[in-house]
């Protein structure tokens, strides 16, 4: 292992992976499309923590890809040699109990070499950090002489929290120079969220509501400050389409975050006990893929579907909530009684550890492919997170050098050494071959197959033997190196 100096020849290798420019990435912000990533961005790593990109990469590719659908979370179409975090669980139908007893291990393996069945391992972010208290930031205008007098601070607690969940979910503003409103809409029957939202906006900025009864059974609460209504806009934005969290509350202990998403299932969830399920639906894209977060780190089991647009209707973004503990979390949320009829599974064949969350691949299909692909290089982590899958940003990489000596009229390899980049068995392999070939003449070495090297090394597991074609193809890239410099 190393280099050689002044080599004879170079042999380079590896495995060019990318995904579609559509593929959706975890940055620190929100999901966003790998076409549109900059360099110097942060991405979430298999590590559960943020990232910065030291490059972003791309080429045209004709020919086969493959799409990877994953339960619960998705899909995305990637090179068929793209690195995916995983378990090989097909054969097992208690695949945690597999896990455990150690019948199967975390690694990277190539998309090509994973099945129907097996399990997609997804990272829970970890970043924490907690904040006391944050600055209103709404300067008051100079010619304001009757507003009322709003906190110059406010206080990050768990009213405020559920405040907000409260406005992502039912909550609207309506802004202009001079006037503005804040204004929540709940059913009639939801009387214990009016008065809830009634005492959080007393206690924490001094505000009562007009209450205004309309005819199709709602309740809304008005509440008129321009300045608090630019508050809600800048810090969790206007309209449906548009409401989001700032990161900084992504962030937050899961504790606290746990009486935001209480807000926000008081405010729009539902619980059908009937059917022994919950759901919650939303049309901010930006919101969904948060949400999405926030379930992921208090452990919430849950389906993720994407509706399309037709007619009036907005593209929809819906969770439905299935798993029994999961069930009951969510029946807390909301302050509901909720009795869950025992079930004997899990039906969506997922469960988390203190890491990660695990859940299964539903389809793995080969599709013709022409056009441009992406890659990240990242810092550090060498992963990024798709909204799908954990994704290494390399394959398998090896450089194998060779130094020739001519004696007795033939060429023979004098020395030879290998830097590589990959999983053990491709280490093994780029190894192994500099064993088997040191000495040897260009004519017997280029004799050398990737059956010769696997055998020498004892045999290797079926998803590992393309990384043996790796050193294969490294030596003949080498001799072919030196006889072009020679020529």
């Known amino acids: ?66 799409s990877l659908r994953v339960h619960n979370l998705g899909q995305v179409m990637m090179t068929p040699d793209h690195l995916v975090l995983a378990l090989k669980t097909s054969q097992y139908p208690y695949k945690m ?83 503005g409103t804040v204004g929540f809409t709940f059913g009639s029957h939801e009387g214990i969220y009016i008065q809830d939202t009634i005492l959080i906006m007393k206690r924490i900025f001094g505000l009562s509501p007009v209450i205004y009864k309309s005819a199709h059974n709602s309740t809304n609460l008005f509440y008129y400050s321009a300045r608090l209504a630019r508050f809600f806009k800048k810090n969790f934005g206007k309209g449906a389409l548009e409401k989001q969290l700032p990161h900084w509350i992504m962030q937050l202990p899961t504790k606290k975050q746990w009486y935001l998403l209480s807000g926000l299932w008081r405010g729009d969830g539902h619980i059908d006990e009937k059917r022994q399920r919950a759901k919650y639906v939303t049309i901010s894209k930006k919101l969904a893929y948060q949400l999405r977060n926030l379930f992921l780190r208090q452990k919430i089991i849950h389906s993720f579907t994407i509706g399309r647009a037709y007619g009036i209707h907005k593209k929809s973004y819906c969770f439905y909530i299935q798993h029994d503990p999961s069930l009951q979390q969510i029946a807390k949320m909301m302050g509901k009684e909720f009795k869950i009829k025992a079930r004997s599974y899990n039906p969506h064949k997922s469960w988390f550890d203190a890491n990660y969350y695990y859940t299964t691949i539903s389809e793995i299909k080969p599709i013709d492919y022409s056009g441009l692909v992406y890659n990240l290089e990242v810092k550090d982590s060498r992963s990024y997170v798709s909204a799908s899958a954990t994704l290494h940003n390399c394959g398998d990489v090896m450089e194998l050098q060779i130094k020739v000596e001519k004696k007795d009229g033939k060429e023979y390899i004098k020395d030879i050494k290998f830097q590589s980049f990959g999983c053990g068995a491709a280490i093994a392999t780029s190894s192994m071959i500099t064993v088997m070939v040191k000495g040897k003449t260009l004519e017997q070495a280029l004799k050398i197959t990737r059956q010769d090297v696997s055998k020498e090394l004892g045999g290797l597991p079926p998803i590992k033997e393309h990384c043996s074609n790796l050193a294969a193809e490294g030596l003949l890239a080498a001799i072919e190196d030196y006889r072009k410099k020679k020529k």
């Open 97 to 179: 109990r597999a896990l455990e007893e150690k019948k199967c291990y975390i690694d990277w393996y190539h998309l090509e070499g994973l099945q129907k069945g097996d399990t997609i391992i997804y990272p829970i972010p970890k970043e924490t950090k907690d904040v006391r208290s944050m600055r209103l930031g709404i300067e008051k205008p100079f010619w304001d002489f009757k507003s009322r007098e709003l906190p110059g601070e406010i206080k990050v607690n768990n009213d405020f929290l559920k405040l907000v969940g409260y406005y992502l979910s039912e909550g609207y503003v309506r802004t202009d120079k001079c006037k």
């Open 1 to 66: 292992m190393g280099t050689i100096k002044n080599p004879d020849g170079v042999g380079r290798v590896g495995n060019p992976i990318c995904v579609v420019p559509e593929t959706l990435v975890q940055t620190n912000d929100e999901m966003v499309e790998i076409s549109k990533i900059r360099k110097g961005q942060k991405v979430l790593g298999h590590d559960g923590k943020y990232h910065k990109i030291k490059k972003v990469h791309h080429r045209v590719c004709k020919g086969k890809i493959f």
